[in-house]
């Protein structure tokens, strides 16, 4: 089993549409939780951070569950601009410095 | 603006031949990471130093070698490259390791071909 997992979609939605994506991590030592966006042949750049209380960024939400050991995401009224892969993060206390990714989730979506 | 630059963007080595990828950071971060990156694949963390700490992961081969001369320069040493190790070389940093400072911001990537 993966440390990280994620449902690899890809998701196809139209414009407005709301998509939530899941990831789940197997260390409960986790410490530090990350939402990457990744476009074809570029670098990952940062999203949000993922806070134990769920933060909210526009159109994003991140949530983070510990007992269930998931974080999610959701995108309100989606853009075109939106697809990408989405890359979750997490970090680990026990191995400093040490993060693993997800393979990524890819969003696409449609006019 | 303070960023994370990588070079070159495209490299292009013959099999056996030693490269060499760099980064630099005008962020004055203390964490420097190299990660390898395949199509359609999860970067993949090979090594990091924080300020001159060397930490290596178990599974990075010894084909692959790292230096950081000082903190804005850290360069990705493969000594005798194999076809399987063409991918995308990624740079990143990050302010410090505790949980606050972890997030990462990462270089636009060197793509390595093997011919």
């Known amino acids: 089993r993966k440390e990280v997992e994620q449902d690899p979609g890809p998701f196809n939605v139209p414009e407005g549409a709301t998509v939530a994506f899941n990831c789940t991590y197997s260390?409960?030592?986790?410490?530090?939780f990350f939402w990457y966006r990744q476009d074809c042949r570029k670098e990952p750049k940062l999203l949000m951070s993922?806070?134990?209380s769920g933060n909210e960024d526009g159109r994003f939400t991140a949530q983070l569950n510990r007992a269930s050991q998931y974080i999610s995401l959701l995108i309100r009224d989606s853009k075109l601009s939106d697809s990408a892969t989405y890359l979750c993060?997490?970090?680990?206390?026990?191995?400093?410095?040490?993060?693993?990714f997800g393979d990524g989730t890819t969003l696409t979506v449609k006019p | 603006d303070a960023m994370v630059i990588q070079n070159p963007r495209y490299q292009v080595t013959q099999f056996g031949k030693p490269v060499t990828l760099s980064c630099s950071q005008t962020?004055?971060?203390?964490?420097m990471y190299w990660y390898q990156q395949k199509s359609s694949q999860a970067p993949k963390l090979l090594f990091h130093?924080?300020?001159?700490?060397?930490?290596n992961e178990a599974d990075t081969p010894d084909n692959f070698q790292s230096r950081r001369p000082n903190t804005s320069f850290c360069f990705l040493d493969i000594r005798s490259p194999g076809l399987g190790d063409a991918a995308m070389y990624l740079c990143?940093?990050?302010?410090?390791?505790?949980?606050?400072?972890?997030?990462?911001?990462f270089g636009p990537g060197t793509r390595l071909t093997v011919t």
């Open positions: 260390n409960s030592a986790s410490q530090s």
């Open positions: 990143a940093t990050s302010r410090d390791l505790s949980s606050d400072r972890r997030e990462q911001y």
């Open positions: 130093y924080y300020d001159k700490d060397f930490n």
């Open positions: 993922v806070y134990s």
């Open positions: 993060v997490v970090t680990y206390n026990t191995n400093a410095g040490k993060s693993t």
């Open positions: 962020l004055n971060h203390n964490v």
